[in-house]
Nanobody, 115 residues
């Protein structure tokens, strides 16, 4: 059974930094591409970043320059470092993987940026 569990969200001041984590189980983690998405209040879920099994990364336009995706295969964990947080970064962040042609999602972790 594939499980993805996000953590690391919280209330952060404008301009601050945060590192989100997503622990995976039920898959051979090192073989799979992992992604981060986010969903702001009243908006559709938006792709943020991807990291392949080989460590190649790609970012959505809103994430370029301030977001860094990384992975630790020994810990079965993917990370999302967010710097210089903006109000518009307030969202629920989800990790995602596609395993045997099925999409799996975590429960999400809330990031709220305050002044």
């Amino acid at each position: 059974q594939v499980q993805l569990v996000e953590s690391g969200g919280g209330l952060v001041q404008l301009g601050g930094s945060l590192r989100l984590s997503c622990a995976a189980s039920g898959i051979i983690f090192s073989l799979y591409t992992m992604k981060w998405y986010r969903q702001a209040p009243g908006q559709q879920r938006e792709w943020v970043a991807t990291i392949t099994n080989r460590g190649l990364t790609n970012y959505g336009d809103s994430a370029k320059g301030r977001f860094t995706i990384s992975r630790d295969n020994a810990k079965n964990t993917v990370y999302l470092q967010i710097n210089s947080l903006k109000f518009e970064d307030t969202a629920v962040f989800y990790c995602n993987t596609n395993y045997l042609r099925r999409e799996y999602w975590g429960q999400g972790t809330q990031v709220t940026v305050s002044s």
